[in-house]
């Protein structure tokens, strides 16, 4: 089994962590949260209003850790071979090549993708599930390792395409980073006067850094009782009757492996209850479908999964 050392890691981490920080000033919860996605090996859904950083973390999150970086701004003519990639004739020898898309990068920033249709939607499933893509019956590994951050404004609707429930159900977080305090909004203007922050980030860990430290995310230790916690807690949202849909059996193994980064990412080789209990909301909210009374009556998602947590006995 991989020796964890917690306090080596947490020194690793804390490089990557202050980088950003450089960069994204006041959201110190925002970059735990895409810190643990990437430790966890999962994908971010960040649901937000244009202008708050979201490309400008993905940049920064790319070159923090010396990795390839590729943007795609999804439209409702986007096609799926925009995304992946596809095969182009040689007429000199009669043979196809295969033209790697955007997607072929360590970071993919996929910019408002529910203005694309849900075929171009569709085309990410399986790259976020299962690390690589098919084209004409031909799989194709992507690199290692492989982050998307897909963002969505949630407030214009006009021209968009809501992503279906198998799709969310694939993103390991959601994310909403929100505006500065006024003070640190004052600070981002002086600190952008000359030039942008990101322009002059540099890495602190490399790729190689990353695969050794998801590796060892795995091998954090999870008692059965917090297993068991876990369990409890995504049963229970199939039972509450302000939802429709409970969290799938998915959301569990992605909630159980958030745990154990979060409590990488604190320094330990063993995950607490308060580990669960911290991302359990942004893990689980995206997950699940409101009733139709509860959704008029005001009841929010992440409201339900909190009452959730309040009810479940916790293990000690």
Same mark, same amino acid.
């Given at each position: 089994?991989?020796?964890?050392?917690?306090?080596?890691?947490?020194?690793?981490?804390?490089?990557?962590?202050?980088?950003?920080?450089?960069?994204?000033?006041?959201?110190?919860?925002?970059?735990?949260?895409?810190?643990?996605?990437?430790?966890?090996?999962?994908?971010?859904?960040?649901?937000?209003?244009?202008?708050?950083?979201?490309?400008?973390?993905?940049?920064?999150?790319?070159?923090?850790?010396?990795?390839?970086?590729?943007?795609?701004?999804?439209?409702?003519?986007?096609?799926?071979?925009?995304?992946?990639?596809?095969?182009?004739?040689?007429?000199?020898?009669?043979?196809?090549k295969f033209r790697e898309g955007p997607i072929f990068c360590n970071v993919l920033l996929a910019d408002e993708i529910n203005r694309a249709s849900p075929r171009t939607q569709s085309a990410l499933l399986e790259a976020m599930n299962e690390m690589q893509v098919t084209i004409e019956g031909t799989a194709h590994p992507l690199a290692a390792p492989f982050l998307?951050?897909?963002?969505?404004?949630?407030?214009?609707?006009?021209?968009?395409?809501?992503?279906?429930?198998?799709?969310?159900? #694939?993103?390991?977080? @959601? /994310?909403?980073? *929100?505006?500065?305090?006024?003070?640190?909004?004052?600070?981002?203007?002086? $600190? +952008? !006067?000359?030039?942008?922050?990101?322009?002059?980030?540099?890495?602190?860990?490399?790729?190689?850094?990353?695969?050794?430290?998801?590796?060892?995310?795995?091998?954090?230790?999870?008692?059965?009782?917090?297993?068991?916690?876990?369990?409890?807690?995504?049963?229970?949202? #199939?039972?509450?009757? @302000? /939802?429709?849909? *409970?969290?799938?059996?998915?959301?569990?193994?992605?909630?159980?492996?958030? $745990? +154990? !980064?979060?409590?990488?990412?604190?320094?330990?080789?063993?995950?607490?209850?308060?580990?669960?209990?911290?991302?359990?909301?942004?893990?689980?909210?995206?997950?699940?479908?409101?009733?139709?009374?509860?959704?008029?009556?005001?009841?929010?998602?992440?409201?339900?999964? #909190?009452?959730?947590?309040?009810?479940?006995?916790?293990?000690?």
């Amino acid at each position: 089994m991989t020796d964890v050392q917690p306090d080596k890691c947490r020194e690793t981490l804390e490089k990557l962590t202050d980088n950003l920080a450089s960069v994204i000033r006041g959201k110190k919860e925002s970059l735990d949260i895409i810190t643990i996605a990437l430790l966890s090996g999962g994908s971010v859904l960040i649901e937000d209003v244009p202008g708050v950083g979201k490309t400008t973390l993905a940049k920064a999150l790319a070159k923090s850790i010396d990795a390839a970086f590729s943007r795609i701004q999804f439209t409702p003519d986007l096609l799926p071979a925009d995304i992946l990639g596809s095969s182009i004739y040689n007429p000199s020898d009669g043979s196809f090549k295969f033209r790697e898309g955007p997607i072929f990068c360590n970071v993919l920033l996929a910019d408002e993708i529910n203005r694309a249709s849900p075929r171009t939607q569709s085309a990410l499933l399986e790259a976020m599930n299962e690390m690589q893509v098919t084209i004409e019956g031909t799989a194709h590994p992507l690199a290692a390792p492989f982050l998307v951050l897909a963002t969505q404004n949630p407030v214009e609707f006009h021209g968009t395409y809501p992503l279906p429930e198998a799709q969310l159900d #694939r993103f390991l977080i @959601r /994310l909403d980073i *929100g505006y500065p305090d006024a003070d640190v909004e004052a600070e981002i203007l002086y $600190a +952008q !006067a000359e030039s942008h922050p990101v322009d002059s980030v540099q890495a602190v860990i490399t790729r190689d850094e990353v695969l050794d430290l998801q590796k060892r995310v795995r091998a954090v230790r999870v008692e059965e009782s917090v297993s068991g916690y876990i369990v409890a807690i995504v049963r229970a949202t #199939r039972e509450e009757p @302000r /939802l429709k849909l *409970g969290v799938s059996p998915r959301g569990s193994l992605m909630l159980f492996r958030a $745990a +154990q !980064a979060v409590a990488l990412l604190k320094g330990r080789d063993f995950v607490l209850p308060d580990d669960v209990q911290e991302l359990a909301s942004n893990v689980l909210a995206h997950r699940v479908i409101l009733t139709s009374k509860a959704k008029y009556s005001g009841a929010q998602k992440q409201d339900v999964i #909190r009452d959730i947590l309040t009810a479940v006995k916790v293990p000690t």
